[in-house]
């Protein structure tokens, strides 16, 4: 069984709206992440929380927020969607905030469209 | 090998052969991660090979690295059908950001039964 779920496994969306990637770690791990994945570009990272609090937000712009309402939870809302959002979203978490060695465990990813 | 803006590699062999990918980084790093991501699946981690390590082993994995020349290796013996995946190596890339990885562009490897 996945260990760490998210949904919606697919998705379209049309320009302008508004969607809501859901995340959920069964791990037990005090960290989790999100990273991008698109056809242009390699497996990119987005943003790190640890114990629900954001401790990095790398290369997303304002309009994809993470949202922690519990330790296992990481949502990411992304609004005034544009084509180029297009690309698989994962979810990832780690058992610590470390910093160096973490092995991250991914889940199978959100793959996004957007018309 | 894969990195920065080079393509996707990809390569195709015959189970059973042996077979080697390469990737190569730019900035300092602590660690070198190999992931392999099947299709429709997130990535998972192969090996984790520090900086002060030379080469790691798990199973039909080996694992190298050369900080001098700032490469590494993953080696996969013996490989089966379901090995069929796209590789990925990743590093810190000097950066203090918890969970931070830099991954190259991947290496996409079939292996035909």
């Known amino acids: 069984d996945p260990k760490i779920i998210q949904k919606p496994k697919y998705l379209v969306a049309v320009t302008g709206s508004e969607k809501i990637l859901i995340c959920e770690q069964y791990l037990g791990h005090n960290a989790m992440y999100w990273y991008r994945q698109s056809a242009k570009k390699p497996l990119e990272f987005m943003f790190s929380?640890?114990?629900?609090?954001?401790?990095d937000n790398q290369t997303a712009s304002s309009r994809f927020q993470p949202q922690s309402s519990k330790k296992n939870h990481l949502d990411l809302q992304i609004t005034a969607l544009k084509p180029d959002d297009s690309a698989t979203y994962f979810c990832?978490?780690?058992?610590?905030?470390?910093?160096?060695?973490?092995?991250?465990?991914f889940g199978e990813g959100s793959r996004l469209i957007v018309v | 090998s894969q990195w920065g803006e080079e393509n996707l590699q990809a390569l195709s062999i015959q189970e059973g052969e042996d077979v080697t990918m390469n990737c190569s980084y730019k900035?300092?790093?602590?660690?070198v991660q190999w992931y392999r991501q099947k299709s429709g699946k997130g990535p998972a981690q192969l090996i984790l090979i520090r900086s002060n390590e030379r080469e790691k082993r798990s199973g039909r994995l080996r694992a190298t690295l050369d900080t001098s020349s700032q490469s590494s290796s993953l080696s996969i013996t013996g490989t089966l059908a379901t090995d069929t995946a796209v590789y990925f190596c990743a590093t810190d890339a000097g950066t203090q950001v918890v969970g931070q990885l830099t991954f190259g562009r991947g290496t996409r490897l079939q292996v035909y039964a």
């Open positions: 900035t300092y790093t602590t660690v």
């Open positions: 990832a978490s780690s058992q610590t905030g470390q910093h160096s060695g973490n092995t991250l465990y």
């Open positions: 929380y640890s114990y629900q609090k954001l401790m």
